[in-house]
């Protein structure tokens, strides 16, 4: 099995590049989708600081690769994009699971990041731009800078939509002819 792990701060082009995976063929999983199943479940409203807190007190609760655990059973394809790892004990978890494995890095400014993230209108996102850098230093808190560190390739997303999804396809493509 070939698994691609994304590594990304809130806006900085995840959501774009599983629109280019589903494109060619992987099969995808949201990591985020998972935490915010889990606020459903509970029937809590899908709000910012309503799905940090499952987020958060889940990995109090079962420890700092609980959502990557909770992602396993849903691996199944022989190859895959796992989009939204958050901590350097995500990536443990899966390259323990599956030793092919490309962690790939996307980053984008705050401020690019921010005008992504105040038009997209997704319930769980920053309002301001002090939610994202209080958002930003939860995830940090979370372990997204050890995962950032352990990633295999990066992508840096500044410029047009058409400019990334040609970059995220070029990088798919060549991550996948190196397995």
């Not at 989708?33 to 600081?49: F, H, S």
């Not at 109090?60 to 396993?72: D, F, T, V």
């Not at 199944?76 to 030793?99: I, Y």
């Not at 890095?105 to 401020?111: L, N, R, T, V």
Request: glycine share 10%.
């Amino acid at each position: 099995m070939k698994l691609i792990v994304t590594v990304g701060m809130p806006g900085s082009g995840k959501d774009e590049l599983v629109g280019v995976a589903r494109t060619m063929g992987l099969a995808t999983l949201k990591m985020g989708d998972l935490v915010r199943d889990e606020t459903r479940r509970r029937n809590l409203p899908i709000t910012n600081a309503n799905v940090a807190r499952i987020a958060s007190e889940e990995r109090e609760k079962h420890g700092p690769g609980i959502w990557a655990q909770r992602a396993l059973p849903k691996l199944t394809e022989t190859r895959m994009l796992v989009d939204g790892c958050r901590s350097d004990t995500e990536v443990t978890v899966f390259r323990h699971h599956f030793g092919d494995l490309f962690v790939l890095g996307i980053h984008a400014s705050p401020e690019t990041r921010y005008d992504r993230i105040a038009s997209r209108g997704r319930g769980d996102d920053a309002v301001g731009m002090q939610d994202l850098y209080d958002r930003d230093r939860r995830e940090l808190k979370w372990g997204i800078g050890n995962a950032f560190a352990l990633a295999d390739g990066m992508l840096v997303n500044e410029g047009s939509l058409d400019e990334f999804r040609r970059a995220a396809r070029d990088r798919i493509e060549r991550v996948l002819r190196d397995e």
